[in-house]
Each structure stands twice: as C-alpha cells, then as structure tokens.
C-alpha cells in the first residue's frame, strides 16, 4: 500500500468520513497497517481525524505542496496528470519550454514553490515568494491558427476566475486582457507564451501566478495598493492544493469547450466577468475610450470620444521567428 492509496480514498470523500472497513476493503489491507499510514501522512503534515465507529476524515493537508497530493486530488482528464513540482526554478515558463521541446504532452503542468526570475507581461518581473501563491505553467498544443492564440489568454482569465471563486468567494473581475482584480486590487496574472515554426502555433505555455498567501509586507511598497493576496482580502488561509485543482478542472473544461465550439462562448463568458467594460479605460497611446465588447477574434472594441470604433489587441509574446 502507498500513501498515495489511501490519501486518495480521502482525497475522494472531501469532508467525509472513510470507514476503516472501507479502507481494508478498497486496499486489501489490515487495520494496522491502515493506522501505520495515518501516522505516516501525519509525520507528513497532513491532519487527519480518527472518529471510532465512523473512520477517518482528511481535515488538512501539508502547506507545502507535495506531488503525491496534488495528483490524489486532481480530478482532470489530462490537464496536470504529467506533473512537475520544483522547490526552487528561475520561471516555471523556462522549465515547461525545456519541456515542450522534448515533445511533453498538452496539459503538462509544471509549478514551482518559488521563483527567483518569475516574470509577468511586459517585460516586468513577477513576484514569487516561497510557498505563498501558485506560481505555474501549462502546456497546449492546440490547432489553431497563430494570430489566434491570445484568444487562450481570455479563456484562461474565465478559467482562473472561475476556479479561485469555488474555493474563496470573492467578487473576481477580469481587467482587460487577463489581470484578475478584487476590489480593484490584482490577485492573480497570466502570461501567454507561444512557440511558432513557419507562421504555425507549434504549442503555448501559459503562465498562471496566483497570490493566495502573500501577507501586506511580502510586497514591495509601490506594489501594496496595487495588488494583494487572496488571505489578505478574505481572511483566510488559502489551500493551494484545492486552489490548483479547481483551477485546472474549470480550464480543462473550459479548454474542451473551445476546442468544440471555438471562440463564441469564451467570448461571452469573458464578458460577464469583465470589470473593463462600459467605462473609461486609457489606451497604450494615451487615448481614452469606452470598451463596449470583445469581437470574435478576441480583440477588444472601444468606443471612442468622436464616436469610431477602435479594435485593441492583446499581444502573445512569440518565439520561433514570428513576432
Ligand atoms: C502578469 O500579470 O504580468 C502575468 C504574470 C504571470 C506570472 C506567472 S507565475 C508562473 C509563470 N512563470 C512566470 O515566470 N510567470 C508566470
């Protein structure tokens, strides 16, 4: 028996108890030995309540993240099932990039507890502290043609969106292109990464940073009205496990929904969770205009002050010869 095993078996009743029958059953295992596991998972950090008569219930997990965990608790198809976990990387982009090109699978996931070169859009740097957010990279290799590829970055917006909410409630809104704000502060950031070979989208790493437990003094000053973490402005202590795994399951389905019925429904969902909308937004040539949709590239449509409509981009960086 491994203790992969058995943290399943907890991990698939979430909040519930698991007899000790149930347990020797599902492992052909004796009681004693399914005690000896409780009190290896206990020596790992995981927290786990013993009831006579009822059985055992999984009621913590370690805060650091461990390999075994993430892959009892995932419940995708293929997203995250190749699985990388560092301690330490310069960007988890590079390392899943290394990946990629030895011919990795689409939804490889690499995540790193921290990173010393992480790094967000626009050339600026991302901050990464050790084991307080979910900083990590996944892989697709979808077929679409390149200039379509910043479509991904919206889905993933929605999906990050949707994935954090079932873990912590907050108010999530998705600041254009991708940057997920709460109460106009930024809790999370996506960067979209393609390789391309003769104008052909060959695969793209996305990046996902998420600040779940960052405290008001991890940031450095001029960043502390502009960002905050998701234990900052809930309260609570995030378990990033939980976090990662709904993020994927919400991409993933999302990811499926794409691939199916292309761009349309992204665009809508993207829609209802925008907080750009229908109100000033300035644009990169000083411009001021009025975002009243997405078209069907994904593209934002502003309304200007003499009444013409703008089409505004969000650039994927390229690498591969196309930029
Ligand atoms: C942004 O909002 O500017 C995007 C931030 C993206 C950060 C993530 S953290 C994991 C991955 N590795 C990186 O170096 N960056 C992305």
Not at 42 to 52: F, L, M, S, T, W
Not at 91 to 108: C, H, Y
Not at 259 to 288: K, N, Y
Request: neutral net charge; contains cysteine.
């Amino acid at each position: 028996m491994t203790d992969q095993t058995l943290l399943s078996l907890l991990e698939a009743k979430p909040g519930e108890f698991v007899s000790g029958t149930e347990i020797s059953r599902a492992l052909n295992v004796s009681r004693t030995a399914i005690w000896k596991q409780i009190r290896k998972l206990e020596a790992e950090g995981y927290q786990i309540e013993a009831i006579p008569r009822r059985g055992y219930r999984l009621a913590g997990r370690p805060s650091r993240l461990s390999l075994a965990a993430l892959l009892a608790r995932l419940s995708t198809e293929t997203f995250g099932r190749n699985l990388k976990l560092f301690d330490v990387v310069g960007s988890t982009q590079d390392e899943l990039r290394k990946l990629a090109e030895e011919g990795a699978p689409e939804g490889t996931l690499v995540i790193a507890e921290q990173q010393t070169q992480g790094r967000g859009r626009l050339g600026r740097s991302w901050l990464s502290p050790a084991g307080k957010g979910v900083w990590m990279s996944l892989l697709l290799r979808p077929e679409i043609p390149l200039p379509l590829a910043p479509q991904l970055t919206l889905l993933a917006a929605v999906a990050l969106c949707r994935g954090i909410v079932r873990v912590v409630p907050l108010p999530i809104g998705i600041k254009w292109p991708n940057d997920l704000l709460v109460e106009g502060k930024k809790i999370s950031g996506i960067l979209l990464e393609s390789a391309a070979e003769d104008d052909r989208l060959k695969y793209v790493v996305i990046g996902i940073g998420i600040s779940a437990n960052l405290e008001a003094d991890d940031y450095p000053e001029q960043l502390q009205h502009r960002a905050a973490s998701l234990k900052m402005l809930s309260g609570q202590a995030i378990d990033r496990t939980e976090l990662i795994a709904s993020v994927l399951e919400q991409f993933e389905q999302l990811y499926k929904l794409y691939c199916d019925q292309g761009f349309v429904p992204i665009r809508s969902l993207w829609e209802a969770h925008a907080v750009t909308l229908h109100r000033p937004l300035a644009l990169p040539d000083g411009q001021e205009g009025i975002p009243e949709s997405l078209d069907d590239m994904g593209a934002l449509r502003v309304r200007m002050p003499d009444g013409s409509l703008r089409t505004v981009y969000s650039a994927a960086s390229v690498d591969g010869g196309v930029s």
